[in-house]
Nanobody, 114 residues
């Protein structure tokens, strides 16, 4: 069993910054990729940023230039640095890990006030 624990969410004013962290633990044989998704009520869960083995990254167009994903392989931890936050970034952010199958964290709420 794999557990993902997110932290770092909260309330911030527009233009501010937050850093999310997600630590993976448990029976992890190998990690192919880790990343972040977000979801607002009534909408689908969308990919925000992803980092693959080797360090290649993918970003949603809406966050390019503002968000940066990074990963500490020794700690099985992925980070999401979010700068220049906008009210439309308000969502529950979920950590995702792919290791032959997808694993999800419980989510952390990010609220950006205008």
């Amino acid at each position: 069993q794999v557990q993902l624990v997110e932290s770092g969410g909260g309330l911030v004013q527009a233009g501010g910054s937050l850093r999310l962290s997600c630590a993976a633990s448990g029976r992890i044989s190998s990690i192919n990729a880790m990343g972040w998704y977000r979801q607002v009520p009534g909408k689908q869960r969308d990919m925000v940023a992803y980092i693959h083995n080797g360090g290649t990254t993918d970003y949603a167009d809406s966050v390019k230039g503002r968000f940066t994903i990074s990963r500490d392989n020794a700690k099985n931890t992925v980070y999401l640095q979010m700068n220049s936050l906008k009210p439309e970034d308000t969502a529950v952010y979920y950590c995702n890990l792919w290791s032959g199958m997808a694993y999800w964290g419980k989510g952390t709420l990010v609220t950006v006030s205008s």
